[in-house]
């Protein structure tokens, strides 16, 4: 499995490489770990020539620092592991290099919970979730009491996960990606799919209870993906209900203390990508745990 791993150098990357070691994927790790850093559009600016040279040395010196750290920590990863550090961009330089090295999966650390943060709409992992042509895992410390247990205490708990099911072909994809990992005893997956509620004039407001169709679509799409796809994974499968999808997904974490939500992209055309109010972006925008966003990769003819 391909992993582009972009990091910046910070405690959200350090957490997210931990959060990696509690995967178990089922084929060897073929990892790549970035770190993109800032260049000057004109270094033959006198301004940038009193400053730059120094700042570049002392970045490689928290840079080497940074790896060394990883080193460690990904000292028993089961596959390959290659660092490279690239000056540009950040979200081109992630989207580029995950391109041309037909990553299976990125992953990078996301900073934290406040509003600003969430009203940050081109922020790293926002934007890097949106354009990707392939999956993304944005890595968030729970925002409970568990996120200050140690990592060991972590793995011993086992992993909490969502993976929201609504009968789509994105839904499928999510399922199929969680079957390239081993999930031991100790995990507990669950099985979340939202019955949405009418809502009056797009006012926040329910005009009643969902369609009863609607809940039977849904109850049967999760029984598929539990008795199926997922037929060899101990799964618990709930359907509830909500006026807004994504708002309920992120309920339901925060309630459970969930570690993980996966949920699949079922569009990726320009005009999915503008629908800022689309489920995926609020779920990555608000939830208080790591989101997974399962996505076909996509591959240049």
């Known amino acids: ?20 070691n509690r995967l178990s994927p089922t084929e060897p790790l073929d990892l790549t770990v970035m770190t993109v850093t800032y260049k000057p559009e004109n270094l033959d600016a006198g301004s940038v020539r009193t400053w730059f040279p120094e700042w570049q040395k002392s970045e490689q010196n928290r840079i080497d620092a940074h790896y060394r750290e990883l080193d460690e920590l990904l000292s028993n990863t089961e596959g390959s592991v290659r660092m490279v550090r690239i000056e540009g961009s950040p979200v081109p330089a992630i989207l580029d290099t995950a391109k041309g090295h037909a990553v299976d999966l990125i992953a990078l650390g996301a900073r934290g919970h406040t509003t600003l943060e969430r009203m940050l709409l081109g922020s790293v992992s926002d934007a890097v979730a949106t354009h990707a042509s392939c999956s993304v895992l944005i890595v968030r410390p729970p925002a409970t009491s568990r996120s200050k247990s140690t990592p060991t205490e972590s793995v011993s708990e086992g992993l909490k996960l969502t993976l929201a099911v609504d009968g789509s072909e994105g839904a499928l994809t999510a399922a199929n990606e969680l079957l390239r990992f081993e999930w031991s005893p100790t995990d507990r997956i669950t099985l979340l799919s939202v019955a949405s509620m009418p809502d009056y004039l797009g006012q926040g407001y329910a005009m009643g209870p969902p369609a009863e169709h609607e809940k039977q679509r849904l109850g049967l799409a999760v029984r598929q993906v539990a008795t199926e796809t997922l037929n060899n994974i101990a799964t618990r499968q709930v359907l509830t209900e909500g006026l807004h999808v994504g708002e309920t997904i992120v309920d339901f974490a925060k309630k459970e203390h969930e570690d993980l939500i996966v949920l699949g992209e079922s569009g990726h055309t320009r005009f999915a990508e ?25 591959v240049d003819s």
């Open 274 to 298: 503008l629908l800022l109010g689309s489920t995926s972006k609020y779920v990555i925008r608000h939830a208080p745990c790591s989101v997974w966003v399962a996505r076909k990769k996509q």
């Open 1 to 20: 499995m391909k992993v582009l791993f972009a990091t910046d150098g910070s405690h959200h990357a350090t957490d997210a490489v931990r959060f990696l």
